[in-house]
């Protein structure tokens, strides 16, 4: 069973500040980093490479019980190559939502996920981190923000990388995956009873970040 006393996990849809959050805890506390997004977002890569169907229930267990991904600092390889900005795009990201809704897929990930829990502590960021993953970690949290706000954000963040982009198809996108991750049956997106939900909508990354750290504080995490 893995060690649980020092464990954050950072919840929420894409967009939130997720990303951004569990980097900046990792920074302060020398924690490792579960980026479970990128697991999955992987895993589509690899769906999409393999012109897998979703139906195809052995081909998708084979692929993730599998997966040949290794995470070398902020790079993500692929059977060696480098995917990291190939797992950006909307196109792995909807596959991802998709691949994350099937029981199995899950259950094939969890073990790897599981196994990043090593001292001296773990920073978890996904979606299902303290419901399903980490279910006794001492401090989780809940990111939230509102679609529009994060439409903007991810348009802002494409037309960074030079990409043309349509925000009401981007916040429409947002919105059918965020239905898509609330309502599957497996592993829905929703906040863990103890965690501390946090609108991040109206809040600069400062406040969010002395929340979070105020919560590290709090539970003895930090000092």
Known sequence: METTEAIVTVDGPSGVGKGTLAQYLCCKTGFHLLDSGAIYRSLAYGVLDQDLALDNLPGLVELAENLPVEFIETSILYQGQDITAKVRTEEVAAMASKVAAIPEVRAALLKRQKDYAQ???????????GTVVFPNAPVKLFLTASAEERAKRRVKQ??????????????????????????????????????????????SIDEVCKLAMDQLWKHGLIK
């Open 158 to 203: 494409l037309k960074n990388q030079g990409v043309d982009v349509n925000i009401r198809q981007i916040t429409q996108d947002i919105m059918e995956r965020d239905e898509r991750d609330r309502t599957r049956k497996t592993s829905p997106l929703v906040p863990a009873d103890d965690a501390l939900e946090i609108d991040t909508t109206d809040l």
């Open 119 to 129: 001292p001296p502590g773990l920073i978890a960021d996904g979606r299902d981190m």
